[in-house]
């Protein structure tokens, strides 16, 4: 069976630590786990991955929506998933995105989505207010946002409001990064209504 255009191979899951850009690339076992477990809540025509890395939420979201759009942001011009990505844009997820016209889709491409799904750089070189506010970012874009963070950042300032407002808490067993403390699979649904549900989700087979 041949694989898709798109595909690569996945890249080894690394996290860099002291890394001034907090790279920590997801597991792709990890990252298709936590795609299967959004599945039952959207089915996206657009998604975006604002700190795209080394891929793994791209291909996850590949493999369960072909048809998807997908639009990737990173600050590293050499992150390994940006060539997987419908459109890639080299720039912080804070910022704005840049409005341009597809020649080949006939439209313009999105700048609002369905979607958006990232592990965000994250510890001590970048600083959790930068987490908090790719948080914030991605959540003012899509209808369904999902963040993986660390599991501590539950009781920080900053991320509790975020909190108080997710349509679903998951902490991931095991921990992704076996040198790291544990994450937690975050998600907001602008649709949703009433308390979280807390449900811890069990990726690797």
Avoid at 82 to 102: E, I, K
């Amino acid at each position: 069976m041949t694989a898709p255009e798109w595909f690569v191979e996945p890249v080894r899951p690394v996290h860099l630590r002291g890394d001034a850009q907090g790279r920590s690339y997801t597991p792709d076992q990890c990252a298709q786990a936590v795609v299967r477990r959004l599945a039952a809540l959207v089915t996206p025509g657009s998604v975006w991955e604002p700190c795209v890395g080394g891929g793994a939420f791209v291909r996850a979201a590949r493999l369960a929506w072909p048809g998807a759009h997908v639009t990737g942001c990173d600050l590293d011009p050499d992150a390994p998933g940006a060539a997987l990505c419908d459109d890639f844009n080299l720039q912080d997820a804070r910022d704005p995105l840049p409005r341009r016209y597809s020649v080949e889709l006939q439209r313009e491409l999105p700048t609002s989505f369905d979607l958006s799904i990232t592990n965000p750089p994250f510890g001590k070189a970048v600083g959790q207010a930068v987490t908090v506010s790719i948080i914030a970012a991605a959540r003012q874009r899509a209808t369904v946002c999902a963040q993986v963070v660390p599991l501590d950042y539950l009781t920080q300032t900053g991320l509790e409001a975020h909190v108080q407002e997710c349509a679903l808490v998951a902490p991931l067993l095991p921990r992704p990064f076996p040198h790291e403390r544990g994450m937690v699979l975050l998600v907001w649904d602008t649709r949703h209504q009433g308390p979280a549900t807390h449900d811890p989700l069990r990726w690797r087979s």
